[in-house]
């Protein structure tokens, strides 16, 4: 079946330390793949895509995931980590860019001074 | 920037009674959708919703569960006869047409049925 699995439920982090959350998925075929991030009480913001090429993509406020096809997974990174970037972070993929999208269970971030 | 919205964002309503959340998705996409997103679990699939039909629907979307576009801008979610495990948020979303197109979310409507 199809899926999309974030191994870690929680992750706690210092501020300034890098980060790097786990994102596995199952799918028959290559998938197009989301991270999406979610603060307290808000919705759901984009902060990166991967549909097909470059393996490396690069998103908003300093993230970037790499699509590793033999692993099957498409893992989030940030170099550094600030205060704000405290939130739940969500993997999501789907067979197209107009069908639905599969989440993962996520995985909320916590930042430490 | 475009994007989508919803109200309310906050609905308290009680077991039994019928409630429906609004959308406006953004205004030169085709394809619509529902997610819910119950307290503590993962964001869920609800319908989606193309051409002025469901395109496809999860097992959760019964036939409590409807879906319209009532004109040109607005994107609804009906539940006719809520109950305790429908409390959850409730997130519209909405993507344009072509083969790289992200879907936009809305800011949600926390739905408690009490």
């Known amino acids: 079946a199809q899926s999309v699995t974030q191994p870690d439920i929680h992750i706690t982090v210092s501020e300034g330390a890098s980060l790097e959350l786990r994102c596995n998925y199952s799918?028959?075929?290559?998938?197009?793949l989301f991270w999406y991030v979610q603060s307290p009480g808000q919705g759901l913001q984009l902060l990166l895509k991967y549909f097909s090429g470059d393996t490396l993509v690069q998103g908003i406020k300093g993230f970037e995931a790499e699509f590793k096809r033999s692993q099957s997974s498409f893992n989030l990174r940030k170099p550094s980590v600030h205060w704000s970037d405290a939130a739940e972070y969500f993997c999501?993929?789907?067979?197209?860019?107009?069908?639905?999208?599969?989440f993962g269970a996520g995985t909320q971030v916590v930042v430490t001074p | 920037e475009p994007e989508v919205t919803q109200t309310p964002s906050h609905q308290v309503t009680q077991m039994g009674q019928e409630v429906i959340l609004r959308c406006v998705p953004i205004s030169n996409h085709l394809y619509f959708y529902w997610y819910r997103q119950i307290l503590g679990q993962k964001v869920e699939f609800l319908v989606s919703f193309y051409n002025n039909e469901i395109s496809e629907k999860s097992e959760i979307f019964d036939d409590q569960f409807s879906v319209e576009r009532p004109d040109g801008s607005n994107f609804t979610l009906k539940i006719r006869s809520t109950k305790l495990e429908d409390s959850a948020m409730y997130f519209c979303?909405?993507?344009?047409?072509?083969?790289?197109?992200?879907?936009?979310f809305g800011p949600g409507t926390r739905l408690t049925v009490t």
């Open positions: 999501a993929g789907g067979t197209d860019s107009w069908g639905k999208l599969q």
């Open positions: 979303a909405s993507t344009g047409t072509g083969i790289n197109y992200e879907q936009y």
């Open positions: 799918y028959g075929a290559t998938p197009y």
